[in-house]
């Protein structure tokens, strides 16, 4: 993905069919299926890619246990079509994009018997629900197999465990993969451009002025379509637009916190379904670390927001409540907090309440905004708004969508089988690291290591299997532009552990800076800003 030809496109000054402003999940994905319809399209981001909510999830991909006991506690037809389509757009994620995604075993424990039943006819009805698409069938669990499983567990009370699966993915390298996908597809993708202003003719949209925030430069790109897919930020979007739209976003925050892998030492992630006050606790092994989360409190909106002492601390609690072992703030190697982009609800006061459904508004001025839903469900998201956009504007896409059969870049000619081993055998890898570059890149993990040469094939880290090669790779292919793109973004580093990245940073710099020619201004510029995303916020 070539940022400068990017660039080039969208100033070239010709009209494309589909602008989409933003470059999440979501955005990213409309982008990849307009272009793989055929019809000229651009994307822009004011930011990185999957920088805000796309690049801070839980990292599931998921039907959704939690809606569907709300679908049938309520009787809710909205909660039960999410928990479908999930399932089903679920298996498709894991069919495109098989090196990012996997299969994952879930474990809920009892500790009353009078729970088992409600809770494991709902994970049956999951898997009716999943059909000949289920990753496979749950099943009751033993208190010693529970116990073997996650030998922490507080036994006292125990009776059983409850066993089903769902998928875990890498969301940040998956919102990139489906950015380059787009962008090999015809489009042009570009980071750090900011949309300032639309234009109109006759109070209909017929574009926007950009500014890339790299250089200052502003100009107007001229579009049939804009789809707003901004995610929690989507409300400013519209109100550029149309001074007088009504607010529909109602963020959530989702905190996390990384511990050591002891808390999810088999390969399989833990849920609690509901916590003291009702919440859902997930507790899952990532990237030989153990990710908590998530909490789920109203929030403001705003860039990378940090996580709160209070959210910090009611996950450590109940860390405790459930584990025996005792574990404080020291012990945590990493935070961060997302903005869950729901649409509001004025009758309902608990976000946990808000449909994660998503909807597809078409303004006044003709923007089309997507917004709600979840990382699973983004290629259905994407599908909706692209067919209200064609419809809307009388675009004259070449096929129909293509995005359930479209393997992503790197799944092509992607091996699970044997293509670690296949690149060990080539460049004399580590095991650790073959199998993370496996993973990362799927069938392009040997251009990864074929750009740098004997040059990159140092780590960043002694303990993480990360290599200088990725740096070189992330500027050169992959758009990355500062040392946190690659650190919190084309990497998951400083998600796993703050110090680790801290002590990478310096390398990551340089190696940028000799790739970018930055000057000292630029370099210290670097340094600071990592530091102090680092310190504050990732």
């Known amino acids: 993905m070539d940022r400068s030809s990017a660039l080039a496109a969208l100033r070239s000054g010709g009209t494309f069919d ?38 801070r999830s839980t990292k599931l991909v998921h039907g959704g246990v939690r809606y569907l006991e709300l679908a049938i506690r309520r009787l809710d037809r909205t909660q039960y079509n999410l928990v479908r389509d999930g399932l089903h757009e679920r298996a498709i994620f894991l069919r495109n994009a098989p090196h990012l995604a996997h299969r994952l075993a879930l474990v809920s424990p009892l500790y009353r018997w009078r729970d088992a039943p409600y809770i494991f006819a709902g994970l049956r009805i999951y898997d009716r629900l999943a059909g000949k698409l289920s990753f496979g069938r749950s099943r009751l669990l033993s208190r010693s197999e529970t116990l073997r499983r996650f030998p922490m567990l507080k036994a006292e009370g125990l009776k059983a465990g409850i066993l089903y699966y769902d998928g875990q993915f890498d969301d940040a390298r998956m919102a990139l993969t489906l950015a380059l996908t787009a962008s090999e597809q015809g489009a042009a993708v570009a980071n750090r451009v900011e949309v300032v202003g639309f234009t109109h003719e006759e109070s209909q949209l017929t574009g926007a002025e950009v500014e890339d925030r790299e250089t200052g430069e502003r100009w107007e790109i001229e579009a049939r379509a804009v789809i707003n897919a901004a995610g929690p930020f989507a409300d400013s979007i519209r109100l550029m637009a149309d001074a007088g739209a009504a ?16 808390f999810a030492p088999t390969g399989a992630g833990l849920l609690i379904p509901r916590t003291d006050d009702g919440r859902v606790l997930f507790i899952l092994p990532w990237e030989g670390h153990a990710l908590i989360g998530a909490t789920d409190e109203p929030a403001a ?12 601390a009611y996950l450590l609690r109940h860390i405790g409540q459930y584990f025996n ?52 469900t983004y290629r259905k998201m994407a599908a909706d708004a692209l067919d209200h956009a064609i419809a809307r504007f009388d675009l004259r896409p070449k096929t129909l969508c293509r995005t359930a059969g479209l393997a992503l870049a790197g799944a092509e000619n992607f091996d699970a089988e044997s293509g670690i081993e296949a690149l060990r055998s080539a460049f004399t890898l580590d095991y650790d690291v073959a199998a993370h570059l496996h993973h990362a890149y799927g069938d392009r993990a040997p251009r990864v290591l074929q750009e740098a040469g004997s040059a990159g094939a140092a780590r960043l880290h002694p303990a ?13 292919f992959e758009a990355a532009l500062s040392a946190m793109d690659v650190l919190a973004r084309r990497l998951p580093l400083a998600l796993l552990d703050l110090e680790a990245a801290r002590r990478s940073a310096p390398r ?6 000799a790739e970018r020619g930055w000057d000292q201004r630029r370099r210290d510029f670097e340094a600071a800003e990592t530091e102090r995303r680092l310190t504050q916020a990732i």
């Not at 909106?301 to 910090?312: G, L, N």
């Not at 993480?464 to 050169?476: G, I, K």
């Open 18 to 55: 589909v602008l989409v402003v933003g470059g999440g999940a979501t955005g990213c994905g409309v982008a990849l299926d307009a272009a793989s319809r055929g019809l000229r399209t651009a994307l822009v981001e004011r930011g990185d890619f999957a920088e805000g909510a796309s690049g």
């Open 247 to 262: 607010a529909i976003m109602r963020p959530s925050s989702g905190v996390h916190i990384v511990l050591d892998k002891r």
């Open 301 to 312: 909106i705003e860039d990378h927001p940090p996580p709160t002492t209070e959210a910090v």
């Open 325 to 376: 072992v005792e574990v404080s703030e020291k012990d945590i190697l990493s935070a961060w907090c997302g903005l869950r982009p729901l649409v509001s609800n004025p009758k309902i006061a608990d976000t946990a309440r808000l449909a994660r459904d998503h909807i597809v508004e078409v303004s006044g001025s003709g923007l089309v905004t997507i917004c709600g839903g979840k990382w699973t």
């Open 464 to 476: 993480f299997p990360y290599l200088e090669a990725e740096v070189l790779y992330a500027a050169r």
């Open 508 to 513: 990551v710099i340089a190696l940028l800076a």
